[in-house]
């Protein structure tokens, strides 16, 4: 090993660290974070519940992937002002 | 209240088997009642890293399928009493194993131990299925290296969605196990550290085991580490992390091998 390759030796790990992060942001997309649906479910839900009355039984997340597109079908009911307060932000 | 763990990882060979061994005898050392369970049907090796390869008489498969009870097929540890081990079959394949069978087997279990740690195969084939399918909690060991790591975060996916916990909702707790960690190369730029993993995983730490001779040692011996040599780093890493599954806090830290004056005086022995 010269003297110069020896001074300017460049660590590793940080490659490792990098091309893990991309490959497992590519595969969690395709392979699909199993537990994604419900971690989406909840936090939907935890900001809609923020400004409107929502009844947590009737709320549904669908998530539909096919090759090149994908879809998330959110159907939550919304209770009626009678029952609870509906005040929608923004 | 039996707690179910397992042990697994994806990827073969990063220390599933040794780190089922060497935490279950450190929770037995405790005092808990624990029983190693080694899913690996046809690649039975846990009763050989136990040292109990010339007592298998009925294994796992035989009680799934009823040819055998509990009691004929648990095999009780000659150091530690309350250590058992139910071991793999070797003749058969994993297509042995059912469901029921497994559930009933796990259920039965619980109702005797305090800890039931399974064994997982490499893979996410059947049999690593049925290793993960009751776990309360889940202990993924993960070398710091990139297949391994990667391997990990598909099992992690397959922890949450394939589980009997997942299945009702429930968030199974995921543990990381970082195995044959060498804080100097980490340090120096060429190992992944311990946070990288952690980032990458985002799940909890267990637990770090350095690099060590000793595991070797202890599994030519027949014996897990941490009853081979109790005072050598990588068995106070996992007696460290057997007590955080207990529920103590102990700070974390990368055990290194004391220096014996004795030892290094009057030169190098073989393992007693």
Request: hydrophobic letters at 45%; one cysteine or more; proline letters at 4%.
């Amino acid at each position: 090993m010269s003297v110069l390759r020896f001074f300017t030796r460049r660590s590793t790990a940080p490659a490792a660290r990098e091309r893990l992060q991309l490959l497992l942001a590519h595969e969690r997309a395709v392979f699909g974070r199993a537990d994604l649906v419900a971690l989406l479910q909840d936090e939907i839900l935890a900001v809609i519940a923020k400004h409107v009355a929502i009844d947590p039984e009737k709320v549904r997340v669908k998530l539909d992937r096919q090759d090149s597109w994908a879809t998330l079908e959110v159907d939550i009911e919304i209770r009626s002002p009678a029952t609870g307060p509906l005040k929608m932000a923004g | 209240m039996a707690e179910v763990l397992v042990v697994t990882s994806g990827k073969g060979g990063v220390g599933k088997t040794t780190s089922t061994a060497a935490l279950g005898a450190a929770l037995a050392q405790t005092g808990q009642s624990v029983v190693v369970v080694d899913f690996d049907v046809g690649l039975r090796n846990l009763d050989l890293v136990m040292g109990a390869e010339r007592r298998v008489v009925y294994d796992l498969i035989n009680v799934v399928q009823g040819d055998a009870n509990l009691n004929q097929a648990l095999i009780r540890d000659k150091r530690i009493d309350t250590l058992s081990l139910l071991p793999a079959s070797q003749t058969r394949d994993k297509d042995a194993l059912t469901a029921e069978g497994v559930e009933r087997v796990v259920n039965e279990l619980k109702g005797r131990f305090d800890w039931i740690i399974c064994d997982s195969p490499a893979g996410i084939e059947r049999g690593a299925y049925f290793a993960m399918r009751h776990a309360d909690l889940a202990v993924i060991v993960t070398n710091p290296e990139v297949s391994s790591v990667r391997d990990s975060d598909r099992i992690i996916g397959l922890l949450d969605s394939k589980t009997e916990k997942a299945e009702r909702g429930e968030t199974i707790e995921k543990l990381l196990l970082l195995t044959r960690y060498d804080p100097v190369r980490a340090e120096r730029g060429d190992m992944l550290k311990v946070d990288d993993v952690l980032e990458i995983l985002s799940i909890s730490l267990l637990g770090i085991i350095p690099e060590s001779p000793e595991v070797l040692k202890a599994s030519n011996l027949g014996s897990p580490v941490t009853l081979s040599n109790p005072i050598s780093a990588p068995a106070r890493a996992y007696a460290d992390a057997a007590r955080r599954l207990r529920g103590e806090t102990i700070q974390m830290t990368v055990p290194s091998e004391k220096k014996r004056f004795f030892g290094n005086l009057f030169g190098r022995r073989a393992a007693a």
